[in-house]
């Protein structure tokens, strides 16, 4: 047999050739992997096919995760699919993500894994969202052959697949994580922690990314922006967003709300340039008071409508009966619409389950049925009615008395609101009537209100 001397200089040159040649086929290869088109549910021949699933709980959002998740194989070369609940995939997936959502909704995460577990013994799924990194342990007894706890590092930097959802309408974005505050209740200090990854510009994450011209592609452009960022005005970005959402005139959403703290004559001149229908803030605790009716006179005084703004209110927490009255007669007064936040355990795993210790049931009740006959969608709005009946109570029992319900109806954001954070808990006959449907999946409320369209309803 003939041995080649690869120390000899032509040995070295083939040997250099030959690493080079690979080298470059390799790259070769990855550009066009990452260049075959893929399609839900589609076969390329190459690459992995994964399915994506969102368990069948309540929610008025697409899994942002998942769209990530989704953009991210689809450079890799692979196929995705995306399942609502437990269904029979269109073809044999390599591997399965599972979401989830808060923890007292983990009954649909197991039982999403289960059923494809069942169909599919030998795919490793994997579990991740908000309840299997709050609660790994819990998340581990589903059945997932791996549990992920925070955020899919190699997907973030990923504009969301939202061609898998072409009936949505909204481009859900961070353009910050994190948050410069610990409260104790919520969750995004152990989730995220301090601010980081902040965005100057998030023009090029509005889908399909780029702006409509008379030559445009065919894609759907979506006409609202919706900001899941936990404090905006706590990082150094918000005067250049603010600024470019002015510019680009879409419909926005701060949907995790504004610091009153933060709320500036500034913060309040530019809001008002903006198109929005709500305006979030927080009255947590009563040391917060003088910064939160400072924000809502600035925004009321720059030009914002007093019933686009909207406090959640906080209580079961540290505060008692008492606290809670007299932080939604403040609202009432300053003009502003009040939306009481029961407080959840982060790691509770039944809803409304928990009672505080300067609490007892009976109280929480009065709270329910008052947000239900008195309120409008869950919420107080500074009706003059209200008003005056929070005004000449003495005390939490005489302001939270029921009486008969008003006619009056709340406005949509309120109802979508409410159906946002306390899902389906309306009567059939009320989410009928709702503007989407009410308690129905995203999906299914747009198909229902596409139906009323073409009916002319």
């Not at 924000?295 to 959640?312: D, N």
């Not at 003059?384 to 008003?406: C, I, M, Q, T, Y």
């Not at 309306?426 to 989410?431: F, I, W």
Request: hydrophobic share 40%; with cysteine; glycine share 8%.
């Amino acid at each position: 047999m003939r041995h080649e001397n690869m120390s000899h200089p032509i040995g070295i040159a083939a040997r250099q050739f030959t690493f080079l040649f690979s080298v470059v086929n390799w790259a070769l290869c990855k550009i066009l992997i990452s260049r075959i088109p893929t399609l839900s549910g589609g076969a390329s021949g190459i690459g992995l096919h994964i399915l994506l699933v969102e368990p069948n709980y309540y929610s008025r959002y697409p899994s942002l995760g998942l769209l990530k998740l989704a953009a991210y194989h689809r450079y890799r070369g692979d196929t995705v699919e995306l399942a609502r609940g437990e269904n029979r995939p269109l073809r044999r997936p390599d591997k399965v993500y599972v979401t989830s959502l808060f923890t007292y909704a983990w009954k649909p995460v197991h039982r999403a894994i289960r059923h494809y577990k069942r169909i599919f013994p030998d795919v490793p799924i994997w579990v991740g969202g908000i309840y299997a990194s709050l609660l790994p342990d819990h998340a581990s007894m589903s059945g997932a052959d791996y549990v992920h706890k925070g955020l899919m590092d190699e997907a973030e930097g990923f504009m969301p697949d939202d061609e898998l959802v072409p009936e949505w309408d909204g481009s859900i974005m961070f353009a910050s994580r994190g948050c410069i505050r610990r409260c104790g209740f919520c969750s995004v200090p152990k989730l995220e922690g301090r601010p980081s990854a902040l965005k100057y510009s998030i023009k090029h994450l509005i889908y399909p990314g780029h702006p409509k011209t008379e030559n445009c592609c065919d894609k759907k452009h979506h006409t609202r922006v919706i900001l899941w960022d936990n404090n905006i005005l706590g990082n150094a970005n918000w005067r250049a967003l603010f600024d470019e959402l002015e510019e680009i005139g879409l419909l926005v959403d701060f949907n995790q709300g504004l610091d009153a703290r933060l709320v500036t004559q500034e913060v309040a001149e530019k809001i008002s340039r903006m198109r929005m229908d709500v305006i979030r803030v927080a009255y947590d605790y009563h040391g917060i008071g003088p910064f939160v009716e400072r924000a809502i006179k600035l925004l009321r005084g720059a030009g914002v409508s007093s019933r686009k703004i909207v406090s959640y209110t906080l209580f079961n927490y540290q505060d008692d009966p008492e606290d809670f009255f007299e932080r939604v007669r403040d609202l009432l007064n300053w003009g502003a619409v009040c939306y009481p936040m029961r407080f959840e355990p982060l790691t509770a795993l039944e809803k409304n389950r928990f009672v505080s210790p300067r609490w007892d049931r009976e109280e929480l009740e009065m709270v329910a049925k008052a947000r239900r006959v008195i309120g409008y969608a869950g919420a107080f709005p500074p009706y003059e009615g209200l008003v005056n009946k929070f005004n000449r109570a003495k005390d939490f029992r005489e302001a939270f008395e029921l009486r008969d319900k008003s006619e009056k109806k709340p406005p949509h954001f309120l109802t979508e609101q409410d159906l946002d954070i306390n899902g389906n808990i309306a009567s059939p006959k009320t989410r009928a009537q709702t503007r989407l449907g009410g308690g129905l999946d995203w999906r299914e409320a747009l198909t229902l209100e596409q139906e009323r369209s073409q009916l002319g309803e």
